[in-house]
């Protein structure tokens, strides 16, 4: 194998043994030490400072009087990226055991990690999309509960529950952050900032590189479409990294490898959603960990789950419509778990029904061409959307739908062009809507394509062929009633990549800092700044 071996625990303190043929150096820890000299000259230039001495003209200068340790030299900002996902089947039933189908979706988040010079000692969170701008001193930090030898995990650890001391341990830091917001606002934030902060101290050291992290998402928070478990994978990834728990990702990483990668990314994610949510199945940072689309099923909560990455997942013409109803995952994971406890038998049948049109789904998936216009591919887009209005009735005998989400279905049977079910925790949040083969735009509303036909340029109209007319405009009455009464339509395509990295923050010879981050407006603002995040070469990705 080629690249790094790392040994060491969660504490930074690996060992780097070189095993391959020519002994090459691993993606990050390559690009690191290739980036820390001109980084070095770069921030000694910015401060009107002297380029710094290296260790080797030190070495060569016979007259150096120079006592002083040679430090460790800053890393580049860097910037790692996660996305959404939506869910095709199963929610809630994952959470109790059963099978779900979730896919990944265009919109993302982005961690940037801007290294501060190590006599800072300080670690900051400008998470700007919820209003946090919080630093801790390093020192102050709970570091002899977390690493205490009985609580202690290695970074290649399963941890499947969080531990309640150090949740206590933790709290006198937590409580510190916004402490005046209205309670709602500071539930959010507290949320994010304790995510972190778990998996800092789990993941870092006293000695952790002073650093700021900051986040901007084009995912809306808490409408259903994975925010928190994309912020998580991007915490633990990036905490990963700076620790040297991760190799790559690199495009010639060995399939096994880069497997690995992402099973301890996806592990540590999983703590973060175990903060923020209490009670996760894992499948949504599954899917954002690994992209594409995924069939998940966790029956033992103590051994990893079973994950079956789809990559071909087909290109379905589907709506994304937010209620903008507000909801907490938290909330509707509760509200399930107690309605099971009452009455377990029936809902024990009703969690067994979704798993069944989870497998019915997931064979349709599997055996038919979509992208032929045959009389097959109509018959399963049928079958999906059968599973899915089932599938949404399923979830609204369990109590998770909302009068917004129930309007919203009754709206798209009306228009009669297609089939909708909840997405995601419901009580409010995002729908997704199949349309049915005879409302299937055609050329010139590729958009509704959920594939990379969404993204191509469609033809100019005079050179299309003409759409059903009822159809079509069934689906545009459709379109500005939903308008008109308060609901939002998302552009997304279903199904690429997962984490990846930006290292360093560089896009187009432009380095991204803070300030343009940070202040980068709306969705387009964001995607514009770092080059799409799944599209350009600059970005990572590991590629099992
Ligand atoms: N842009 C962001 N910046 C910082 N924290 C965020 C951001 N987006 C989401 N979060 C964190 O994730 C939490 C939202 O999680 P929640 O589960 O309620 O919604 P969701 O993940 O969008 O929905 P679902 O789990 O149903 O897919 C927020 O409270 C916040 O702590
Ligand atoms: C409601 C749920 O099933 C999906 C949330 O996106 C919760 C989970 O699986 O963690």
Redesign the pocket.
Known sequence: MNGTHRDGDANGAVKHTTNGVNGKMGGLSELSLRTQSTDRRREASSNGLRTPTTPDSRRSSPNSTHSRKYSNPLAPPFIVSAP??T?VCG?HAAVHGKAAIAAAISLR?FLLCTTLSKSKRIVTLK????G?DHTWDIHDLPWSTFQHPTRKRKYYDLVTSLDKDLVDAMQPHIATVSPDSEPQAR?????????FLYLFLSLGSESSPPCVYS???T??????????????VCLATALLLQCRALSGPHPDQQSKEAEEQLERINRWAFVG?LV??GN?SGV?NTVATNGHAVLFQRKDYTKPPSVNILRDFPELPLLLIDTRQP????V?VAKVGALKKKHPEVVERILDSIDAIVRSVFNIIETTDFESSSMEADAAITHLGEMMTINHGLLTSLGVSHPRLERLRYLVDQAGVGWTKL????GG?CAISLLKPQARPTLDTDEYLNGEAATASAPSSSSQAQPNGSSLTALQKLEQQLEDEGFDRYATTLGGDGVGVLYPAIINDEEIDQEMFLTAEGREGIHDLVGGGSQGGAWKYWRP
């Open positions: 959404g996902k869910i929610e988040s998470f700007s999309d919820i946090l539930k959010i934030l507290q949320a994010a900032a304790s995510c986040m901007r998402s995912i809306p928070i808490g409408q259903g479409l994975g925010s928190s478990a994309s912020v998580s959603e923020i949510h996760p949504d909801k907490s995952t938290q509707e997405t995601g925790a419901g949040g």
